[in-house]
């Protein structure tokens, strides 16, 4: 690393340009690629504080079990992460979810239930498996159907997600279906949780089509119709072009994406256990403060940590974006992973795992059957499963020790679970500060960072603290805040509207 650096302004069209990208999360490692493939001639360094690439992605490897620390799989509908996996020639270790194992469960009254058919995050494409479910009251399925016949929304102001399922739905299906699933991907407080900022499309389908039942039903003709012109089954058609299931992982698990990417960079480029105090405009440069007080001068930043970190690290020198960033709440996530022997699990696990409603008062958010989606991450003869706790519901927990998490989940999941004996062995993995909360107004704030990068040019921002969690999102903020920083796109282009 060039430490100490004293630019030289007489040169700065002589040399190749040099940019820095701090984080080498998904984002960081997407910018850092797209920077070095895209625009050849520069040269790129990133910095990390941890001691090992990859931010919260990556895999454990231990006794034939193989353990994902945080995401274990990425949606397909996005293009962004099987096109980048594309990229880097690893179509081949592309994993779809075991067939046999897509539907999933939620917990009622303390048992397992199945997750109505066709129930998508906030409404039904099916009426029957609706009708037909036990985690309703006859007079919540009433309140549900009566959404058909409720006017729409007609201005565009945000509102929770709580509020809008409620509003269209009806409280026991908000408590019964949509906060579970909504809190097992964004481990956000659904009371707080911006709609718009997360899962707009359903605000999109109330204006369309006047109600959400009606909406999906229009769109699963649609779907069907496409089905039959292509010839299969719509769920597992890609907009990518590809042909993948809703969900994919790699063979070696996600660490395998985050070493093809660092083999993309060239020698000397990752600079780990490197972290970086403060970033400072100068001159139409950048000066880098590392936390060991060197500093390094180059003409473009991306900063790929989270909002918090980049907040902290623009404090002094930007406020006015510092203070914007800093809007943005976090919360942490803890994963508790556990293999037992198969034959001491009484349940069928003949789904993806189950979700775990507030109104149930648990700790668990959700508990993922890591082998029965994949099978090959345990050893024949046993199971792994991931149970998620914590989130903005239960905040405290990440600071648990093993022994007390330990104490606290297995003995609701054995339960659930119907399982005889003691796990073989266990995990934790424990993410501070890790989950952003898109509150309420997301959006606008946005609008408001948008503006203050207007004025700095040369500085990119990518991560999950922007305009998407899942790993697609990130990859495609890297990209944009790499074209950004080398002055390939506009200050527009720092947040597109989710697409969801
Ligand atoms: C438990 C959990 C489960 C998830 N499951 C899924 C899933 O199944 N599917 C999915 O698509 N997404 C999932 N996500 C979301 C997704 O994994 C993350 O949003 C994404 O990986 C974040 O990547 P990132 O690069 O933006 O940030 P991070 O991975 O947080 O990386 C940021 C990097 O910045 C570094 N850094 C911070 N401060 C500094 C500093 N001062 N100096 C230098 N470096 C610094 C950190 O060390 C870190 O390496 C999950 C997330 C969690 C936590």
Same mark, same amino acid.
């Given at each position: 690393m060039m430490m100490?650096?004293? %630019?030289d302004p007489t040169r700065p069209q002589q040399r190749p340009p040099h940019y820095a990208v701090v984080g080498s999360g998904i984002s960081g490692l997407a910018a850092a690629v797209e920077l070095c493939q895209k625009f050849a001639s520069c040269?790129?360094?990133?910095?990390?504080?941890?001691?090992?690439?990859?931010?919260?992605?990556?895999?454990?490897?231990?006794?034939?079990?193989?353990? !994902?620390?945080?995401?274990?799989?990425?949606?397909?509908?996005? %293009?962004?992460?099987?096109?980048?996996?594309?990229?880097?020639?690893?179509?081949?270790?592309?994993?779809?979810?075991n067939p046999e194992a897509r539907r999933a469960f939620v917990v009622h009254r303390g048992k397992l239930r199945p997750l109505p058919d066709g129930f998508q995050m906030l409404a039904p494409t099916r009426w029957l498996p609706l009708a037909l479910t036990p985690l309703l009251s006859p007079l919540g399925k009433i309140r549900a /159907? /009566?959404?058909?016949?409720?006017? %729409?929304?007609?201005?565009?102001?945000?509102?929770?997600?709580?509020?809008?399922?409620?509003?269209?739905?009806?409280?026991? +299906?908000?408590?019964?279906? +949509?906060e579970p699933l909504v809190t097992a991907v964004y481990g956000a407080d659904t009371e707080k949780l911006s709609l718009l900022a997360t899962l707009s499309r359903?605000? !999109?389908?109330?204006?369309?089509?006047? #109600?959400?039942?009606?909406?999906?039903?229009v769109q699963m003709a649609e779907r069907r119709k496409r089905a039959r012109a292509a010839g299969g089954d719509s769920a597992r058609f890609a907009e990518s072009g590809?042909?993948?299931?809703?969900? +994919?992982?790699l063979r070696r698990g996600l660490r395998q994406l985050i070493e093809a990417l660092v083999d993309r960079l060239p020698a000397g480029t990752l600079h780990l256990a490197t972290p970086v105090e403060a970033v400072a405009p100068a001159n139409g440069q950048w000066r880098l403060i590392f936390r060991d007080g060197a500093?390094?001068?180059?003409?473009?930043?991306?900063?790929?940590?989270?909002?918090?970190?980049?907040?902290?690290?623009?404090?002094?020198?930007?406020?006015?974006? #510092?203070?914007?960033?800093?809007?943005?709440? *976090?919360?942490? #996530?803890?994963?508790?992973?556990?293999?037992?022997?198969?034959?001491? +699990?009484?349940?069928?696990?003949?789904g993806s795992g189950c979700v775990v409603p507030a109104v149930e008062k648990s700790p668990i958010l959700a508990i993922s059957f890591s082998s029965r989606k994949y099978p090959h991450v345990a050893p024949a003869g046993t199971v792994l499963l991931r149970i998620f706790a914590g989130g903005a519901r239960r905040p405290d927990l990440v600071e648990q020790d093993e022994s007390r998490l330990q104490g606290l989940l297995l003995p609701e999941v054995e339960r659930l679970l119907s399982i005889q004996g003691r796990p073989l062995r266990t995990w934790v993995f424990r993410?501070?500060?890790?989950?952003?909360?898109?509150?309420?107004?997301?959006?606008?704030?946005?609008?408001?960072?948008?503006?203050?990068?207007?004025?700095?040019?040369?500085?990119?921002?990518?991560?999950?603290? *922007?305009?998407?969690?899942?790993?697609p999102h990130c990859i495609r903020s890297g990209q944009l805040a790499a074209a950004r920083v080398a002055g390939q796109a506009s200050a527009d282009e720092f947040a597109p509207p989710p697409a969801f």
């Open positions: 100490n650096a004293v %630019p040269q790129v360094e990133v910095f990390d504080a941890a001691s090992e690439p990859g931010g919260v992605l990556g895999t454990a490897a231990e006794g034939g079990f193989q353990i !994902e620390r945080s995401a274990d799989n990425f949606i397909t509908t996005l %293009p962004w992460g099987v096109e980048l996996c594309h990229r880097l020639d690893l179509a081949d270790s592309l994993i779809t979810t /159907a /009566a959404e058909f016949f409720l006017p %729409p929304r007609r201005d565009d102001a945000d509102e929770s997600m709580a509020d809008f399922a409620r509003r269209r739905l009806g409280r026991e +299906v908000y408590q019964r279906l +949509v359903f605000r !999109e389908m109330e204006k369309r089509h006047r #109600s959400l039942i009606r909406a999906m039903r590809a042909r993948y299931s809703m969900f +994919v992982t500093e390094i001068l180059v003409d473009g930043v991306v900063l790929a940590v989270p909002a918090h970190a980049a907040s902290a690290m623009t404090r002094q020198y930007l406020p006015q974006l #510092s203070a914007k960033l800093g809007r943005i709440e *976090y919360t942490g #996530s803890t994963i508790l992973a556990a293999a037992y022997r198969r034959e001491d +699990v009484r349940h069928a696990l003949d993410w501070r500060a890790a989950m952003p909360q898109y509150a309420v107004g997301h959006l606008d704030l946005l609008q408001e960072i948008r503006r203050e990068l207007a004025g700095f040019p040369g500085l990119g921002l990518a991560g999950n603290g *922007y305009f998407g969690v899942g790993m």
